[in-house]
């Protein structure tokens, strides 16, 4: 259940009992899709190790920082499990039909016409997009503090992460290859050292598990979100992070990463996510021991 827990006076935080509700939910995916016994032992490694690290951090140092900061950190780990999912497609059936609409995306309504009409300058700035959708979290965090906002980090890392860790939930169902690896037709025209820079990340130190729904689209949209009702004083942050997160979810169709029905399935998510996140919250402003406090 997604509250703080508390037990022989451990106190977890919102965020923390999310990614440990992923990890374990990761363990009796490999249980419930047969994996070898080192897969199923390495993703109850990770869940033990989660649970360690954030118990030790909730009774030695229930204040500190590294409470704020240590879930992005925690989060690539949760992406790295993905790989454990990884399988081979055959056919390809779901890779054509999303393709079909990419092509009309692309080509028909001339979106990579009108992003390479200026040159290099658009799609440098959309693959840096895309280069920075790794420190979302850290972002979230610095605005956090900017803000002198401590007080809700956990709830802002609550939305965060459970629009990105939904979409992860969702990739082992869909494996597929991503567009670049099986219709080089559609690539880019404008090869940029960032293209090629993010390439390098994608090709050898992504997962090779599915690419729907789009976890850079969710992620994004989820921190966009969090900004935007959780820190509305701060409104030019979250309105920057909207923006920031449409061009992910442009640069991710335009660089082949992802198929657009990825993308418009990581927004679904997003909002998905935020929906979630003030339910709990309104359950929980309204639960007895909130109305006695």
């Not at 030790?56 to 204040?63: C, M």
């Not at 009309?104 to 009108?114: E, G, I, K």
């Not at 709830?155 to 990105?164: H, I, M, Q």
């Not at 994608?202 to 690419?211: F, I, L, M, S, Y």
């Amino acid at each position: 259940m997604l509250r703080k827990t508390e037990a022989a006076g451990l106190q977890l935080r919102l965020s923390e009992v999310l990614l440990l509700t992923y990890f374990f939910y990761a363990v009796v995916l490999t249980l419930a899709f047969g994996l070898p016994i080192a897969s199923i032992v390495k993703a109850v490694a990770l869940l033990l190790g989660a649970l360690v690290f954030f118990a030790i951090l909730a009774r030695r140092a229930p204040k500190s920082a590294w409470r704020d900061w240590s879930p992005p950190l925690i989060l690539l780990a949760a992406y790295r499990e993905l790989e454990l999912f990884a399988r081979h497609t055959p056919g390809h059936l779901l890779e054509n039909s999303w393709q079909a609409i990419d092509r009309v995306v692309l080509n028909r309504w001339h979106l990579r016409a009108a992003i390479e009409s200026a040159g290099w300058l658009l799609p440098l700035y959309l693959e840096l997009t895309y280069l920075l959708v790794y420190g979302i979290g850290f972002f979230l965090m610095l605005a956090v503090y900017r803000a002198h906002r401590r007080d809700i980090a956990d709830r802002v890392l609550f939305v965060y992460l459970l629009g990105t860790l939904l979409a992860y939930a969702i990739i082992p169902f869909f494996p597929c290859v991503p567009p670049r690896s099986l219709f080089a037709d559609s690539d880019p025209h404008v090869i940029t050292p960032l293209r090629q820079l993010n390439l390098l990340i994608v090709n050898h130190a992504g997962v090779h598990t599915g690419v729907f729904p789009s976890a850079h689209v969710s992620s994004a949209f989820s921190a966009a979100w969090a900004l935007l009702f959780l820190i509305p004083e701060r409104r030019r942050e979250g309105w920057g992070m909207l923006i920031y997160a449409v061009s992910v979810a442009v640069a991710t169709v335009y660089g082949r990463y992802h198929y657009a029905v990825d993308a418009v399935a990581g927004f679904a998510i997003s909002l998905a996510g935020a929906a979630i996140a003030i339910g709990i919250a309104v359950l929980r402003n309204h639960s007895p021991k909130a109305q006695t406090a």
